[in-house]
């Protein structure tokens, strides 16, 4: 992919004018094993191809929305690309914080020539969004805790239940996930989840619920805790992202165990921050026709166990970069893993995101 004619002439004019011809990008992700990954897949070799361009990483995408939101209001805009969940996606769209994109403008076709936007097919589900992965929450265990007496979680209602598997849990420090497992397993049917949470009594339910075991649990913010917090034995069994579970299980061979049933799909992909001056914007353009093609996806599944977005890159999923076992079985929509998903419902969040936090922490604070 050659440089856009706007980038080209941009960085003509610059070095024409005897200023520095190097771009600095600066990309805010999630950090940890997920954040490494696209590095290794997609900023190292772009960067390698692109000496003029330099991409450094922030790791607060957890707080994307209320930054992006300060930096508007502030009028200064310091980031450059931002990958975040599609919930946060469509909130961010809707107030006018992230650009529209055209996919077949942005992102590359597959190797047959099916247009990207065909090639993310179902996943592409706002105006502003480009899909990266499909992931999931769900609960990884400690396999060596001597009051189980031999039991081992099977269902995530067992994290519920502190009297066959006592032990501290860590959840999400809100509502997200939470909220549709408390629901689940105060005998919710799962298609009726979001109906449920959208009455005031249905999210007095799910706090009672989470009420049973709020003394139990240590709450994250950042992915990375919960895997730290099992591998140092401060919990018991506690969720957080999948590819993080991987890496605590297969990378660094602690003894933990994953726990699919009622995993949540969610989806991560970028957004552009609106506003962008030419220039930057141009480079970050140049940056995603690269780093969103099929091969650079199926790459990223070296790295970490989450399942590229493109239909395309599906088949070019191979082993893992360093410890060279197949990746497939380790991907969340692997069919083994996937016999009990519950689907979140991510315009349902992009409308009652901000009414649930205000609850969630309320409800913490009691």
Known sequence: MKLSAIFLATTALTLAAGAASAIDLTFSSWGGAYQNSQVKAYAEPYMAEHPDVKIVWDESSSEAVAKLRAMNEAGNLTWDLVDVTIADAMRLCDEGLAMEVDLDEFAAPAPDGT??????????????????????????????????????????????????????????KGPLYNMEWALLCDGVPKEDIYDVLATDEGVERA???????????????????????????????????????????????????????????????????????????????DFLYFGTDTQRLADQAKYISYGPARKSSAPLVG????????????MPTDPANATNVVMMDFPWWADHRDDLDAKFQAWLAQ
Not at 124 to 147: H, K, M, N, Q
Not at 319 to 330: N, Y
Request: a negative charge; aromatic letters at 12%.
């Open 207 to 285: 706090f009672k619920k989470l009420d049973t075991i709020k003394d139990q649990v240590v709450w994250w913010t950042a992915g990375a805790e919960t895997p730290q917090l099992l591998a140092d034995g401060e919990v018991v069994m506690g969720s957080t992202y999948n590819g993080r579970l991987f890496s605590v299980i297969a990378e660094q061979n602690q003894p933990v165990a994953m726990l699919w049933d009622a995993q949540i799909y969610d989806i991560d992909g970028w957004i552009i921050p609106a506003g962008l001056p030419e220039e930057r914007l141009q480079a970050v353009k």
């Open 319 to 330: 082993k893992h970069a360093e410890l060279g076992i197949d990746m497939a079985p380790h």
């Open 115 to 172: 247009p990207a936007s065909e090639d993310f097919g179902d996943l592409v589900l706002s105006d502003c969004f480009i899909p990266e992965i499909v992931y999931s929450i769900t609960f990884g265990y400690r396999t060596d805790v001597a009051a189980w007496n031999g039991a081992t979680p099977t269902s995530v209602c067992d994290v519920f239940d502190t009297a066959k598997f006592p032990g501290k849990r860590s959840l999400y």
